[in-house]
């Protein structure tokens, strides 16, 4: 049987573009021009897994193969970057747990609201293998402020299966510690061979689901969420995706509830639904009350 390997098998201009459309309209994510040996140096490998003799003769399997739902589960894990550690960006990780969290349990009990339900909804948006939603489970954990009579839920939502599987296995290699003290290691992990595993504790604040952030019916259910964490995602989106998927967030987000997102990204230029709050490192943007300004 011919199987294309990497050095045969050229992405032309018409397949790049093909592709490149086929993969923003369902997932969001956007190659541009010159990303085209990028693109096909993620799906080359797909080509030989089923035996197929172009890109041209790929779209149509995703488009009209009798397992492409199956392709499409494969394909993602190949475009998206799963690089991801416990703790990371601890600037904002410190605004969350200095300012963010106490503005949410004041939000609850203030008497103007009339006391909301005890409850907390963190979305780990984009969460990959798991490392933010369980840094996230862990900072309310060691906050102290939601124990009694509160149910706090974090949820972990990405379109790669397998990095999901990874998530829920709880279990991390040292790769993933890079940021992890020892206390917090020792306070949050039981100890595996040459990894570690996240304790129950922690891994029952934790739920995970599949999603497309690009979908709306990803977040069914979710409503309302207090906090929204969506790092080093949309810098993959275009203009037009990310501008859907906050208009997503704005929507699922409690008033008052935040959203962060990666150091190195910005919402200026695409929308103003959302009031940017500047901390000390960290920008972070909160949607507005109903009848006040913005609550730190």
């Given at each position: 049987?011919?199987?294309?390997?990497?050095?045969?098998?050229?992405?032309?201009?018409?397949?790049?573009?093909?592709?490149?459309?086929?993969?923003?309209?369902?997932?969001?994510?956007?190659?541009?021009?010159?990303?085209?040996?990028?693109?096909?140096?993620?799906?080359?490998?797909?080509?030989?897994?089923?035996?197929?003799?172009?890109?041209?003769?790929?779209?149509?399997?995703?488009?009209?193969?009798?397992?492409r739902a199956e392709e499409l589960?494969?394909?993602?894990?190949?475009?998206?970057?799963?690089?991801?550690?416990?703790?990371?960006?601890?600037?904002?990780?410190?605004?969350?747990?200095?300012?963010?969290?106490?503005?949410?349990?004041?939000?609850?009990?203030?008497?103007?609201?009339?006391?909301?339900?005890?409850?907390v909804r963190i979305l780990s948006?984009?969460?990959?293998?798991?490392?933010?939603?369980?840094?996230?489970?862990?900072?309310?954990?060691?906050?102290?402020?939601?124990?009694?009579?509160?149910?706090?839920?974090?949820?972990?939502?990405?379109?790669?299966?397998?990095?999901?599987?990874?998530?829920?296995?709880?279990?991390?290699?040292?790769?993933?510690?890079?940021?992890?003290?020892?206390?917090?290691?020792e306070r949050h992990f039981v100890?595996?061979?040459?990894?570690?595993?996240?304790?129950?504790?922690?891994?029952?604040?934790?739920?995970?689901?599949?999603?497309?952030?690009?979908?709306?019916?990803?977040?069914?259910?979710?409503?309302?969420?207090?906090?929204?964490?969506?790092?080093?995602?949309?810098?993959?989106?275009?203009?037009?995706?990310?501008?859907?998927?906050?208009?997503?967030?704005?929507?699922?987000?409690?008033?008052?509830?935040?959203?962060?997102?990666?150091?190195?990204?910005?919402?200026?230029?695409?929308?103003?639904?959302?009031?940017?709050?500047?901390?000390?490192?960290?920008?972070?943007?909160?949607?507005?009350?109903?009848?006040?300004?913005?609550?730190?």
């Amino acid at each position: 049987m011919y199987h294309p390997s990497d050095h045969d098998v050229e992405l032309s201009e018409e397949e790049f573009r093909l592709l490149r459309d086929f993969i923003h309209e369902r997932f969001g994510l956007y190659f541009e021009e010159n990303q085209r040996a990028s693109l096909r140096s993620r799906l080359v490998g797909r080509l030989a897994s089923l035996d197929l003799m172009s890109f041209e003769d790929y779209y149509h399997y995703l488009r009209f193969g009798p397992q492409r739902a199956e392709e499409l589960e494969r394909m993602v894990s190949h475009l998206t970057n799963n690089e991801t550690y416990f703790y990371r960006e601890a600037p904002q990780l410190q605004v969350f747990a200095e300012h963010v969290l106490r503005s949410v349990k004041e939000r609850k009990l203030s008497v103007a609201s009339g006391e909301l339900p005890r409850t907390v909804r963190i979305l780990s948006a984009g969460c990959s293998t798991g490392e933010e939603a369980h840094t996230l489970a862990m900072i309310v954990y060691d906050s102290g402020q939601f124990f009694w009579n509160w149910d706090v839920q974090v949820v972990g939502l990405d379109v790669d299966h397998q990095a999901l599987e990874k998530a829920r296995r709880g279990v991390y290699f040292p790769n993933s510690f890079r940021s992890l003290s020892p206390a917090q290691l020792e306070r949050h992990f039981v100890r595996q061979a040459s990894g570690a595993a996240v304790k129950d504790a922690i891994r029952k604040m934790v739920t995970l689901r599949h999603g497309n952030l690009v979908e709306p019916a990803s977040f069914a259910g979710l409503a309302p969420v207090d906090v929204i964490f969506c790092r080093n995602v949309l810098i993959y989106f275009s203009d037009a995706m990310i501008l859907k998927v906050v208009q997503a967030f704005h929507e699922l987000l409690a008033p008052g509830g935040h959203l962060f997102l990666g150091h190195a990204e910005s919402l200026s230029r695409i929308t103003d639904l959302f009031t940017p709050v500047r901390f000390q490192g960290a920008m972070v943007y909160q949607k507005s009350l109903p009848s006040a300004a913005g609550v730190r």
